[in-house]
C-alpha cells in the first residue's frame, strides 16, 4: 500500500472539501515509508559500521537514510565529540514500542559507554547518528 501525502478530504468541523483537480492523487505526492534505523545487535556478527541507502527525493536530490547502526557521534557538556558505540536503546519518547525493537529515532535515549545520550538528529533523514549526554557514567 502506498503512503499519500495530500491534503485531508475533511475539514475540521467534518465537512469535505472540495477538490481542485479530478484526479485525487498525484505521482509528487507519493511519499515513503519510514526508514526506522536499528541498533546492530553486537551478537550477530555483523562488521558493518552502518548501512545506508541512498533515495532519490524531488528533482536531482538524494537523502541518505540510515538503516542499520553500530556508533553515534556524541558530544559531552564542554562540546568535545567522540565516536563511541551504541549500546542499548533506554526510552524513547515516539513511541516504547521502538525501545523493544532497537530502533533509533530523534529524541530516543541510547546508553553509550559514556554514559547515556539523547539522539539529536533525525537518522531516517540524515544518514548518521549524533548525540549529547543527558547523564555522564559515575565512576
Known sequence: MAQWQTKSRRTASGGFNRSLR???KKKHQLGGFPAEP???DVHSGKTE???QVEAAVGIGNDKV???EAVYANVSDAKGKIQK???ENVVGN???EQFVRRNI???GCVIQT???NAKVTSRPGQDGTVNAVIIAPKTA
Do not use: F, M, Y
Request: without cysteine; positive net charge.
Open 22 to 24: 479530478r484526479s485525487n
Open 38 to 40: 536499528k541498533l546492530v
Open 49 to 51: 559500521e552502518k548501512r
Open 65 to 67: 537514510k540510515l538503516k
Open 84 to 86: 563511541v558505540r551504541i
Open 93 to 95: 519518547a515516539a513511541d
Open 104 to 106: 533509533i529515532t530523534k
Open 113 to 115: 559507554p559514556l554514559g
